[in-house]
């Protein structure tokens, strides 16, 4: 399975938070999973630290770096075909950097990790 973690997945997991659920685990674990993270997702955890809404510490980015490589934690770029694929979704749900993932999703035929109710409007796999 082919999975693209939301970012809340990504930071509880990085902080060991108790908060991702068992099966977000056992789908990070099991070594038969694509695992990948959105640029986009990168993008919205600067914008809410340089907007002090996400507290982390001041070495975030690297640490969560090596925690994504120790889990085989891929880059998802963001393409032009996600791009246009965003006018094309309704809208169950506003927020753009989850629309953008949401997305990604479709294009490229992933699941997500995420504990956000609003996906599973959009038809997509979520695994959680």
């Not at 068992?22 to 070594?31: C, K, M, T, V, Y």
């Not at 770029?77 to 309704?90: F, K, N």
């Not at 996906?119 to 997509?124: D, E, L, T, V």
């Given at each position: 399975m082919?999975?693209?973690?939301d970012t809340h997945a990504l930071l509880w997991l990085c902080s060991a938070d108790d908060r991702l659920s068992?099966?977000?685990?056992?789908?990070?674990?099991?070594?038969r999973n694509d695992l990948l993270f959105s640029v986009a997702g990168w993008w919205e955890i600067a914008i809410k630290v340089g907007l002090g809404k996400l507290q982390l510490r001041p070495?975030?980015?690297?640490?969560m770096k090596r925690e994504m490589r120790h889990n085989g934690i891929a880059w998802?770029?963001?393409?032009?075909?996600?791009?246009?694929?965003?006018?094309?979704?309704?809208?169950?749900h506003?927020?753009?950097f989850d629309r953008l993932l949401i997305a990604q999703a479709k294009v490229e035929k992933?699941?997500?990790?995420t504990a956000d109710?609003?996906?599973?409007?959009?038809?997509?796999?979520?695994?959680?």
């Open positions: 082919r999975v693209l973690l068992d099966r977000a685990r056992s789908a990070i674990l099991n070594e070495n975030w980015a690297p640490a998802l770029a963001v393409s032009p075909d996600h791009c246009e694929q965003i006018p094309r979704l309704p809208f169950h506003r927020d753009p992933l699941a997500i990790m109710p609003h996906f599973a409007a959009y038809g997509i796999d979520i695994v959680w």
